[in-house]
RNA sequence: GGUGGGGUGGCCGAGUGGCUAAUGGCAGCAGACUGUAAAUCUGCCGGGCUCUGCCCUACGUAGGUUCGAAUCCUACCCCCACCA
């Protein structure tokens, strides 16, 4: 079995990693530890690149340690961040924390040998006393060591408080305190995560004499510049009452053909030759996108299930097949009305002409009143699939679809439905 | 505490009394081309309406001067630099 860096560097994931790392695994599996922020309820898929680090760690034999930071959510990470961050409630990191968890068990095997382990620093970090804290931990760093960090040292000119400051000894002492209690020798994180990951190892280092080691990942970025993860909506989130399976299979299959090797690698766990040969396949026809389907559907499945990806795949094949809708029957457009945003509206309403307007702007697909006008104006909206012209169109009974359902659509990719009774 | 600089639309950043819902760039949306891709070109991009126009809201906060203020005055809040 390889060990984990020489699995994560093959698929390119690894940006940086301490000197003694290989020398380390030479001598067996490593148990490595990556922190989560609790700053939402969700992870979005930006948090994917570690979380596959970890599960490859645990393919590799190694225990993987997720912490959730609920007690360093309480300070906030400086790194990357060019201001200083709203601090959350107490009660509000409780419950992102226990929400994150539950997403972590798609991609981690929470039983067996190397178990994963899901801890929350809030239980060690919460009983420390300050003096306690400045004599055990500050005492082995010099601020003119932590100013050399470049998460500090860029926030000289802009200013960071003295909470966020700190930062970097809270995470230093969790990795100390995970490398006694969970015997994790190795930390894992974004590429900014860097100098907090050092400052653990010259921790444990210091006081407890051991020798730990860092792996940090890329930050991805796509192939048009943008940051990864971000979709017309913002972040794209694992949690379906935020971003809805079908538009987290679009989210995928839409990857751009520069990007989709590189996500495949990052985010499936599919050996590099079927990649390869995917990669050919994906060559010889590149309008097929098979990569992108492929992708799509390897995550969807894992973070829907099977049932929910079934469900997505069919909704898009109506939507953007060669399917007559007017043809459709009513269980096929079912199947639609489950994936995308739907409106509803009384058949009294519908009997009475209602506003395009009004219902584009219900449904979703207009953020206001004026854009749903001047979308109308730039023909960017369809009803059933056919462009509409009239900026005062209405919706009437002749525009139902078997008996109850209205496709509307902005644009190639964006779709909702009014569903009435 | 002192001195100086600064807070503008999702972000960056112009604008120093009317021509400013506010130049420009980024991001975003749409149209054309295509492959539900990229690149390119074009249009849109605070909200509402009875829409070639009208009405709200907006330039840190609260007042004031003025026919008229993002632009001037006062107080306050916040940020930065240097000094103490």
Redesign the pocket.
């Known amino acids: 079995m390889s060990d984990i860096l020489a699995l994560l560097t093959a698929r390119g994931m690894v940006h940086d990693a301490t000197p003694g790392l290989a020398e380390r695994l030479s001598r067996g599996p490593i148990n490595g530890y990556c922190g989560f922020d609790p700053t939402a309820d969700s992870l979005h898929v930006g948090n994917l690149v570690p979380v596959m680090a970890l599960a490859w760690l645990q393919r590799a034999g190694g225990v993987p340690v997720a912490l959730v930071g609920g007690g360093t959510g309480l300070i906030g990470d400086p790194s990357g961040k060019?201001s200083?961050r709203p601090m959350l409630s107490a009660e509000t990191i409780e419950a992102n924390a226990a929400a994150i968890a539950r997403q972590l068990g798609q991609f981690l095997e929470f039983s067996g040998p190397t178990a994963a382990r899901l801890l929350n620093n809030a239980v060690w970090l919460a009983g420390v006393g300050l003096l306690e804290f400045l004599r055990d931990t500050g005492k082995h760093f010099t601020v003119n060591y932590m100013l050399q960090k470049d998460s500090v040292k860029s926030r000289?000119?802009?200013?960071?408080?003295y909470t966020e400051f700190s930062y970097m000894l809270i995470q230093a002492h969790d990795f100390a305190h995970l490398y006694r209690a969970e015997r994790c020798e190795l930390q894992l994180g974004g590429s900014d995560q860097w100098g907090n990951i050092t400052a653990g190892i010259e921790l444990i280092n210091r006081r407890e004499g051991g020798s730990a080691h860092g792996l940090v990942l890329p930050l991805l970025t796509t192939?048009?510049?943008?940051k990864f993860g971000?979709?017309?909506d913002g972040n794209v989130w694992l949690d379906p009452a935020r971003t809805t399976p079908y538009r987290f299979y679009?989210f995928w299959?839409?990857?751009?053909?520069?990007d989709?090797e590189r996500l495949l690698r990052f985010f499936t766990f599919q050996p590099l030759e079927e990649i390869a040969t995917l990669m050919a396949t994906q060559a010889a026809d590149?309008?097929?996108?098979a990569a992108?389907r492929r992708l799509a559907e390897d995550l969807t499945s894992r973070v829907h299930g099977a049932a929910a990806t079934g469900r997505v795949i069919e909704a898009?094949?109506i939507?953007?097949?060669n399917t007559d809708l007017g043809a459709a029957d009513e269980a096929v457009l079912e199947v639609v009305a489950g994936e995308v945003t739907v409106m509803a509206l009384g058949r009294a309403d519908l009997a009475a002409g209602a506003s395009l307007?009004?219902v584009l702007?219900g449904a979703g697909l207009a953020?206001?009143?004026?854009?749903?006008?001047?979308?109308l104006?730039?023909?960017?909206?369809?009803v059933n699939g056919v462009?509409v012209a009239a900026i005062d169109r209405r919706l009437g009974p002749e525009d139902l679809l078997g008996t109850r359902f209205v496709v509307l659509q902005?644009?190639?990719?964006?779709f909702a439905m009014v569903r009435v009774g």
Not at 223 to 226: F, K, L, V, W
Not at 253 to 258: Q, S, T, V, Y
Not at 367 to 375: D, I, L, V, W
Not at 377 to 382: H, I, L, N, S, V
């Open positions: 060019r200083e000289m000119d802009s200013g960071i408080s192939a048009a510049g943008a971000k979709s017309e679009q299959l839409n990857a751009d053909d520069r989709v590149p309008g097929q996108r992108q898009s094949r939507l953007f097949g307007i009004d702007v953020a206001s009143k004026g854009e749903a006008r001047r979308g104006e730039q023909k960017a909206f369809a462009k902005k644009g190639k990719r964006n």
